[in-house]
């Protein structure tokens, strides 16, 4: 069965999803893809895990980082699996970008390359934003693209996390990256 809870941040209303192993979804109100994975059939109710999710939000959220990770099950291929994973090795107040994450996932398939592209669907499918680090996914020129609760927010959480954000920069609509 899925839990589901809201949590209210400074940035919007949070809605969370967990099963009995671990937070299933994270997502902004309003945002891309909202709860686009929860199944029709869930039960409103705080569970330890939503509780422990909660506990992560209000450290992240105070400026601090979080020593602690909830239990996470993704949803998704074993591509995603793989690019999610990488997402979880970011360090807190750090950016990558899809490039470096492509080349990383190259590296572990043994290939001589792997599509950005590919890698930002997988990143732009994670449906544990957040505690899954996507918004710490920048474009290979420093273009602040790819969020799917919306390029200010991710601002947002970069400076939460005291990101140097000097080298990054909005990318004007209809540019290519």
């Not at 996470?72 to 999610?84: C, D, I, K, M, N």
């Not at 792997?114 to 710490?136: D, F, T």
Request: aromatic share 10%; charged share 20%.
């Amino acid at each position: 069965m899925v839990y589901t809870c809201k949590y209210k941040s400074p940035l919007g209303n949070i809605l969370l999803a967990a099963d009995e192993i671990g937070l299933t979804g994270l997502w902004f109100e309003g945002q891309k893809y909202f709860a686009n994975t929860l199944p029709d059939e869930h039960i409103s109710q705080e569970t330890e895990i939503l509780a422990e999710a909660k506990k992560w939000l209000d450290v992240f959220f105070s400026g601090e980082e979080p020593k602690f990770t909830p239990p996470l099950h993704p949803a998704g291929s074993e591509f995603r699996q793989a690019v999610w994973k990488i997402l979880l090795q970011i360090p807190y107040g750090h950016t990558i970008t899809y490039g470096e994450i492509a080349r990383k996932m190259a590296e572990r398939k043994h290939a001589s390359h792997m599509s950005a592209q590919a890698v930002g669907g997988a990143v732009g499918h994670n449906e544990i934003s957040m505690i899954i680090p996507c918004h710490r996914v920048v474009g290979t020129n420093g273009s602040l693209t790819g969020y799917a609760g919306g390029i200010d927010k991710k601002i947002l959480l970069l400076k939460l996390e005291h990101a140097d954000m000097s080298h990054l920069f909005i990318p004007k609509k209809g540019t290519a990256l």
